[in-house]
Structures are given as structure tokens and as C-alpha cells.
């Protein structure tokens, strides 16, 4: 028998761009829609993937209020908020994201101190960045740029039981980390774990991750919904094991020259928007492109056996 428990998955969004580099709004719209279409719960905007680091403070404020305005409260939205050279400036612009109207603003972990600086230093700093920022709903976000800084069990609890952190985008790849984050935080309702690494997918969600918020989800959304849907029915367990596969078996095509291919592969499944990306990534070449097509043929082949057997849009 299912349980009854939600799993949610939450979007890590694309910034579709036009060939001369301009946000194209009509384009996140497609790609917004297709989200909420495929049953995401909720929208990561101004991430990584939505080329954060290449963008001016008004796009980033640009593409959170259009999120906003098309997802009209059908689900709620957080955005990455601490820009800035000091803590001071980060809390200035975490302001300025949450009056747009987003759920939460993230913190993007290796912003706050340097690679060398110890985890001490880190702690002080978003304890000042609490202070700076009221009672703003925060969250935390294992980016891997400027480099990846991964929290411990320990510091998450200590910055949960405060109440102001409710979201934690995990990246760092090791199932028993997670389980003692989620060991740690447990009986926090208003905080969410979720895990970023598809390799994990089906381990994390049975350790009581919240959700995942994966890139493959820029590809078949519809996929990591259902993982979330069906990933403790014991019915559906032999597909469930295909389908961790699946992301297992590809993560390289998927990773490589991202967030090109991601663009490319909705092209396909006829998403108006360019590949044009701000993100000095690997040549998206000919050899590239074959293997996204032949992952485009091999998901359409999953898609068609799980929808003859489940719901899977």
C-alpha cells in the first residue's frame, strides 16, 4: 500500500534568452507553463540554471517578477536574494527579492565565505544576514559556484531550529549526509530537504526528502513527478527502479554542455525558445547533439511504458 506522504518537485528554471542575449519573456512563459503542466509544486527561480551569475540585479528581479506573474499563485516561488560583495548588500538585495512576492529567499551557501574560511566564520555571517533581514523566509542552496560549500547535519539544524530557514536544495551527492540532515531536522514541518542529485533520487525521497529539485527536470518534468508520485508504491516498484535507472544512465548527456542541451531538448519537444546561453559551458557539437536526440527517443520509449501503466502525462 502507498503511503500517504507528497513528494514535491521543485523546477530549477531555465533563462531562455533571444539570439542577441535579450531575456526572452515569452519564451520563460512556454517554459513556466510547462512546469506547472507536468505538476511541479513549486519554482526555483534565479538559480543556477536560470544563468544567475550572468545576470544584472534588474534581470534578476526582471525574470522573479515575470515567474511571479505568470505562475499567478498556482505555486509558490523562491529566488536566489544575497548578491553583494558584503552581508550588508546580500540583505539589501534579499529585500528587494522578497518584495517581489516570492515564498523564500535563497542563500547561496558560497557566497557567504570564502573556500578557506572555516564553517565558524560562515555561522556568524548568517546569523548577521538573519538580523539584517527580518523575518524573511530563507533558504539555503549548495551552489556549486563560486564553489560548492556543503553545510553539515549540524549546521542545518542550527540554522532550522531557528524557523527562518524552510527550504535546503542539497548537492551533496552522498545519501547518508542526507539522511542525517533529514535525521537532524526532523519535526520541522515548515522545512523542506530537497535533493539535487538524480543519482539519489529514489534513496532521498525514501529517507523523507521533501522533494527533488533536479536539472533533469529541465528535460521531463513529467518523469521526476511521477518518481515523486510513485516512488513508495510498492506497486509500481519494478518501474520505479527502471526509472532511477533512466536518470542514472544519463546524467553525462544531461550534464554535458548544460544548459544548452536542457534548451535544445525542449526545442524539441516544442518549446519556442533559442539554446543561446550566457554560461561558458563545453561546444555544444554535432556529437552532443546525437546524444541528446538519442536520449529525446529513449525517454519518449520509458514514457509510452509508463503510461500504459500509470498516469505519466
Not at 538524480?198 to 534513496?203: E, Q, W
Request: with cysteine; charged share 25%; glycine share 6%.
Amino acid at each position: 500500500m502507498k503511503e500517504n506522504v507528497e513528494r514535491k518537485f521543485i523546477p530549477v528554471m531555465l533563462t531562455p534568452f533571444k539570439e542577441d542575449g535579450k531575456i526572452d519573456l515569452n519564451g520563460l512563459s512556454e517554459i513556466i507553463e510547462l512546469y506547472l503542466h507536468a505538476g511541479a509544486k513549486g519554482l526555483f527561480a534565479n538559480c543556477q540554471s536560470s544563468e544567475m551569475f550572468h545576470l544584472s540585479d534588474e534581470e534578476r528581479l526582471l525574470i522573479v517578477r515575470h515567474t511571479l506573474k505568470i505562475t499567478d499563485g498556482r505555486v509558490p516561488v523562491v529566488a536566489v536574494g544575497n548578491f553583494g560583495t558584503t552581508i550588508a548588500e546580500q540583505a539589501d538585495f534579499i529585500h528587494k527579492i522578497y518584495d517581489t512576492g516570492v515564498k523564500a529567499v535563497i542563500i547561496v551557501t558560497g557566497l557567504i565565505a570564502e573556500e578557506n574560511e572555516s564553517d565558524e566564520v560562515f555561522n556568524d555571517r548568517i546569523f548577521e544576514l538573519f538580523n539584517l533581514t527580518g523575518q524573511i523566509p530563507l533558504g539555503f542552496y549548495e551552489c556549486p559556484e563560486p564553489y560548492k560549500r556543503v553545510l553539515s547535519a549540524k549546521q542545518l539544524e542550527k540554522f532550522v531550529t531557528t524557523g527562518r530557514i524552510i527550504y535546503h536544495k542539497d548537492t551533496c551527492l552522498d545519501i547518508e549526509m542526507i539522511k542525517d540532515k533529514l535525521n537532524t531536522t526532523k519535526g520541522f514541518d515548515s522545512f523542506g530537504l530537497y535533493d539535487a542529485y538524480a543519482v539519489n533520487a529514489v534513496a532521498s525521497l525514501e529517507a523523507g526528502a521533501a522533494g527533488l529539485s533536479c536539472i533533469q527536470g529541465n528535460f521531463f518534468p513529467e518523469l521526476i513527478v511521477w518518481l515523486c508520485d510513485h516512488f513508495d508504491d510498492i506497486n509500481a516498484n519494478g518501474s520505479v527502479c527502471k526509472v532511477q535507472q533512466f536518470l542514472t544512465d544519463h546524467m553525462e548527456v544531461i550534464h554535458h554542455a548544460y544548459p544548452i542541451v536542457a534548451k535544445y531538448y525542449l526545442q524539441k519537444r516544442g518549446i519556442n525558445i533559442s539554446t543561446f546561453t550566457r554560461t561558458n559551458t563545453e561546444d555544444f557539437t554535432l556529437e552532443v547533439k546525437n546524444n541528446v536526440d538519442i536520449l529525446y527517443d529513449k525517454y519518449n520509449l520509458l514514457q509510452k511504458e509508463l503510461k500504459a501503466e500509470f498516469s505519466l502525462q
